[in-house]
């Protein structure tokens, strides 16, 4: 059972950046797809970014303002967030599968999440 730990969340005012970690139980190499996630108030979850292959990609919303990354020795997956706006408010999860997607019910492990709140 792998099992994913994300830290790095907080309170941040418009325009900052926080830097998310998700670090994995299981040693983990390029070939493991790491995604994130996100959850607003009132919202569905939805894709933000993820990497597979030192490849990462992104979803629709995210404007080129966030930076998926990862360190395979750490066994940990990066979310830089920068430009941070109060719609960027939710809690953050990242998750894990052997393929790239964005679809969250393709994924099988899941952390418990990270709340980010974004404010004006």
């Known amino acids: 059972q792998v099992q994913l730990v994300e830290s790095g969340g907080g309170a941040v005012q418009a325009g900052g950046s926080l830097r998310l970690s998700c670090v994995s139980s299981a040693r983990t190499s390029g070939s493991v797809n790491v995604g994130w996630f996100r959850r607003a108030p009132g919202k569905e979850r939805e894709f933000v970014g993820g990497?597979?292959?030192?490849?990462?990609y992104y979803g629709d919303s995210i404007e080129g303002r966030f930076t998926v990354s990862r360190d395979n020795a750490k066994n940990t997956v990066y979310l830089q967030m920068n430009n941070l706006k109060p719609e960027d408010t939710a809690i953050y999860y990242c998750?894990?599968?052997?393929?790239?997607?964005?679809?969250?019910?393709?994924?099988?492990?899941w952390g418990q999440g990270t709340q980010v709140t974004v404010s004006s």
């Open positions: 998750a894990q599968n052997a393929f790239a997607s964005r679809e969250q019910n393709q994924y099988n492990y």
């Open positions: 990497i597979i292959f030192g490849t990462p």
